[in-house]
Structures are given as structure tokens and as C-alpha cells.
């Protein structure tokens, strides 16, 4: 059976094993180190993935901050509107009762 050691050695001491091993212990030997390679590219492959992942959510959400602060701005826009609205209103009642005051003042007069 292979330790840990023999799965992690060098080249030349992988030479030395074929001197002295039988061809299914190589075999396993092997298939261990394509496991080993095999597990560290699934966690490059997840840790990219997760990386992508949450790039996607940080484009996402400044996608999102950027939609608030224009329906921040469309709101302040529709407060000033009405705002302006009620000023005018106001202007306008305003006009109507100088308006009245004024008839009426003429018509005291005449």
C-alpha cells in the first residue's frame, strides 16, 4: 500500500519506485496523484466559480443603486411638481380674491 509520502514524491524517487514496485501499485499510485490533481482543480474551479458568482451579484447591485438613486430623483422630481402645483394653486386663489376685491371696490364706488 502507498503512505502519503510516496503519493507526494519526486520524480526521480517515482523512478526509484518503478524499480522496485509491481505495475498495479504503480497503477494506484498514479490514479491517487490524478485524484489529488484532480481535487485541486475542482477547488480552483469552485473557488472561480464563487468568484464570478459574486461578481455577478456586485454588478447586480450597484445595477440596483443605480436604479434607486433615479427613482430617488423621479420622486424629489414628482415633490417638486407638486409643490409647484399647490404654489401655483395658491397664486391662483390668491389672484382670484385681489381679482374680487378689486370688482368690488369698483363697484362700491360707482
Do not use: N
Amino acid at each position: 500500500p502507498w503512505s502519503w509520502t510516496a503519493a507526494t514524491c519526486s520524480l526521480q524517487e517515482l523512478r526509484e519506485l518503478c524499480a522496485h514496485h509491481e505495475a498495479h501499485e504503480l497503477r494506484a499510485y498514479i490514479e491517487l496523484h490524478e485524484m489529488q490533481e484532480l481535487d485541486a482543480l475542482m477547488e480552483i474551479l469552485a473557488d472561480l466559480e464563487l468568484d464570478t458568482d459574486v461578481q455577478r451579484a456586485h454588478h447586480q447591485l450597484q445595477g440596483l443603486e443605480a436604479a434607486l438613486e433615479v427613482f430617488a430623483d423621479l420622486e424629489l422630481d414628482a415633490d417638486r411638481k407638486q409643490r409647484a402645483h399647490q404654489d401655483l394653486q395658491e397664486l391662483r386663489t390668491a389672484q382670484e380674491i385681489g381679482t374680487d376685491l378689486v370688482l368690488d371696490g369698483d363697484l362700491e364706488q360707482e
